[in-house]
């Protein structure tokens, strides 16, 4: 069975960093495409980052230069690491295994003063 799970920190101040974790059951987070989403109540899930099993990312052109994607085959575990945090970054951020469509249950991240 295909499970991912989130976790990290939740709350930071503006201009603040934060790790996402993901950790995955029943495959391995090298073999697949991986990616992160992100949603705000009440708005539509956005795409942020692919990792793809080469190695290759793709991120949204509102976390470029901000937010790296990596992982751990040996943990069988996807990060995202979040620099210089915004206000806007607010959400509830999920990883999903892109090949089965196996979604985690999200874990909110807020940025606020």
């Known amino acids: 069975q295909v499970q991912v799970a989130e976790s990290g920190v939740a709350l930071v101040q503006p201009g603040g960093s934060l790790t996402r974790t993901c950790s995955g059951t029943?495959?391995?987070?090298?073999?697949?495409?991986m990616t992160w989403h992100r949603q705000v109540a009440g708005k539509a899930r956005e795409w942020v980052v692919t990792l793809a099993p080469g190695g290759a990312t793709f991120y949204a052109d509102s976390v470029k230069g901000r937010f790296t994607v990596s992982r751990d085959e040996g943990k069988n575990t996807l990060y995202l690491q979040m620099d210089s945090l915004k206000v806007e970054d607010t959400a509830r951020y999920y990883c999903?295994?892109?090949?089965?469509?196996?979604w985690g249950q999200g874990t909110q991240v807020t940025v606020s003063s």
């Open positions: 999903q295994q892109f090949d089965s469509q196996t």
């Open positions: 029943g495959f391995s987070v090298g073999d697949v495409i």
